[in-house]
């Protein structure tokens, strides 16, 4: 990630949860906060924005029955312990506006030492980025706490979320979150994850997750939605059941690589299984570009060009739609 934004440029990093595999960290000085984020980070010199995944909120592997673990990620935010200012997860779900300023939309953002401080953005700003608590709508068992009832907690979480797309003058509005809405891989589409009957009651199926969507991005237009979840790399295509807008971005593929559930689930401008990949993305006024880089398992190399600069193993120029 280092080489290709010394070659193409970096203002900040999303992390789209399941960040401490199996079951979260326990405080602000659990050691997997060395070597699961600031170590292998170490090279990366800009802001991380980071959103809870399902194993971030679990006391086993991934069920999400534990979400008050989560909020020990949120603490790390200001705590003491966060020397490197790196890490930012003001709250459980938050937003912030860019190109960067040291002021965000609801927090201060952590600049990382030798990372200078931008001045405020003057006028509408370029992008809106909204980060989404997935876990508590989606969870395999539920929370016996009553505060992560997706009965209370999505609704709450919804109305943020629709006042946020409302007030927003962005020209580009995009969410990040862990589960998806559409996913070619294991894990499925929301409503219908893991093969459970989506009539079921419950979380398991995604389906309060997939009507929290639908309510808000899907009704009111989001440019982009990020997730991860399923270990593997996708664009996709947006779809009529949600808006023919929204695109979608699955980038789960810096653990454990996998293959897909349905490669022909929904349709896609490009995805790749069982490598490690990540993208990079650029947002200009009316136009974006996404470039998508594989890493060989082996040798933790980049594929490059003949003049050793990073190649990308997809790349795709995309207007902005009104």
């Known amino acids: 990630m280092a080489e290709v934004c010394a070659a193409r440029g970096c203002d900040f990093a999303l992390e789209l949860g399941d960040n401490f595999y199996l079951s ?27 959103t809870l995944g399902n194993h971030d909120n679990s006391q086993g592997p991934g069920e999400g029955s534990a979400n008050s673990r ?5 603490a790390y935010h200001s705590a003491a312990e966060n020397v490197s200012k790196k890490w930012n997860m003001p709250a459980r779900y938050y937003r912030f506006t860019a190109p960067l300023s040291s002021q965000g939309n609801d927090f201060v953002i952590n600049i990382p030492a030798g990372y200078p401080a931008l001045p405020p953005v003057a006028g509408e700003p370029l992008v809106e980025f909204f980060s989404l608590d997935s876990s508590p709508l989606t969870s395999i ?18 109305q943020w979320f629709q006042q946020g797309l409302m007030n927003s003058r962005a020209r580009w509005k995009i969410a990040f979150a862990h589960h998806p809405y559409i996913s070619n ?15 079921l009651p419950g979380t398991s199926n995604g389906r309060p997750w997939k009507e929290f969507l639908e309510d808000s991005a899907c009704a009111m237009g989001l440019d982009f939605f990020m997730a991860g979840h399923d270990h593997h790399i996708e664009w996709l295509t947006p779809t009529a059941s949600c808006n023919d807008k929204t695109q979608f971005i699955i980038s789960g ?5 996998r293959g897909f559930g349905d490669a022909n689930r929904n349709p896609v401008y490009y995805q790749k299984a069982n490598v490690l990949a990540f993208f990079w993305f650029e947002f200009r006024e009316e136009e974006m570009t996404g470039a998508a880089y594989i890493v060989d398992s082996n040798t933790l190399k980049l594929e490059t060009h003949p003049d050793g600069s990073p190649r990308a193993d997809f790349e795709r120029t995309f207007a902005r739609q009104p």
């Open 141 to 158: 068992v539920a929370d016996p706490d009553p505060r992560w009832s997706h009965l209370t907690y999505g609704p709450t979480q919804l």
């Open 253 to 257: 593929t810096a653990e454990q690589p």
């Open 185 to 199: 891989g294991l894990h499925g589409n929301a409503g219908n994850y893991d093969g459970v009957d989506p009539n």
């Open 70 to 74: 989560g909020n020990v990620q949120v």
């Open 24 to 50: 979260g960290v326990t405080s602000t000085a659990d050691s997997q906060w060395q070597t699961k984020f600031e170590q292998p980070y170490a090279a990366l010199k800009i802001p991380v924005f980071a």
